[in-house]
T-cell receptor, first 112, second 115 residues
Framework: QKEVEQNSGPLSVPEGAIASLNCTYS??????FFWYRQYSGKSPELIMF????GDKEDGRFTAQLNKASQYVSLLIRDSQPSDSATYLC????????????FGTGTRLTVIP | DVKVTQSSRYLVKRTGEKVFLECVQD?????MFWYRQDPGLGLRLIYF???????EKGDIPEGYSVSREKKERFSLILESASTNQTSMYLC??????????????FGNGTRLTVT
């Protein structure tokens, strides 16, 4: 079983819709969770992180964490074509900076 | 803003060559990392360092070594490049060794092709 799993997609949504990206993780002791966006040919950039159960909002982005079910999701409201990218979920297992595990990413396409 | 700079954007090397990939960060971060990224495999950790002259193996250290002589600089060395080391190499840094919500800041990446 992989440490972090994501649906590779591609996920296609129309412009203005809500895009929902999901991620599950295997270790119940995981402590913090990150979402990165990666445009084609570019390096990942941090969108947001979450470490408490519930929702965390930042502009059009909402991260949702459910530790009991071991999943974390990212919602993108009012999706724009510029949101088209691969979204990487990363999970920190033991609280140290060197214990970060990445999923393989979900490719999102926002259709104008 | 944190800046992580990788010395080369594209590199083409021959099989058997010794290859150096350089990375410099300007935010006095303690932790530095080298990843490689391949389609379908995602990001895989090669080596990381949480202090000067300290290094730890990641998930795929074979065929690689690293050097951290100064806090701001972390070098990845391919002792004898092979074609299966053709990949995108990403350097990253983060600020606090013990902080569980310290995010990674990535460089622009080096696309290495070994022929």
């Amino acid at each position: 079983q992989k440490e972090v799993e994501q649906n590779s997609g591609p996920l296609s949504v129309p412009e203005g819709a809500i895009a929902s990206l999901n991620c599950t993780y295997s270790d119940q002791g995981s402590q913090s969770f990150f979402w990165y966006r990666q445009y084609s040919g570019k390096s990942p950039e941090l969108i947001m992180f979450i470490y408490s159960n519930g929702d965390k909002e930042d502009g059009r982005f909402t991260a949702q964490l459910n530790k009991a079910s071991q999943y974390v999701s990212l919602l993108i409201r009012d999706s724009q074509p510029s949101d088209s990218a691969t979204y990487l979920c990363a999970v920190n297992k033991w609280g140290g900076a060197n214990n970060l595990f990445f999923g393989t990413g979900t490719r999102l396409t926002v259709i104008p | 803003d944190v800046k992580v700079t990788q010395s080369s954007r594209y590199l083409v090397k021959r099989t058997g060559e010794k290859v150096f990939l350089e990375c410099v960060q300007d935010m006095d971060h303690e932790n530095m990392f080298w990843y490689r990224q391949d389609p379908g495999l995602g990001l895989r950790l090669i080596y990381f360092s949480y202090d000067v002259k300290m290094k730890e193996k990641g998930d795929i250290p074979e065929g690689y070594s690293v050097s951290r002589e100064k806090k701001e600089r972390f070098s990845l060395i391919l002792e004898s490049a092979s074609t299966n080391q053709t990949s995108m190499y990403l350097c990253a840094s983060s600020g606090q060794k013990s902080s569980y919500n310290s995010p990674l800041h990535f460089g622009n990446g080096t696309r290495l092709t070994v022929t």
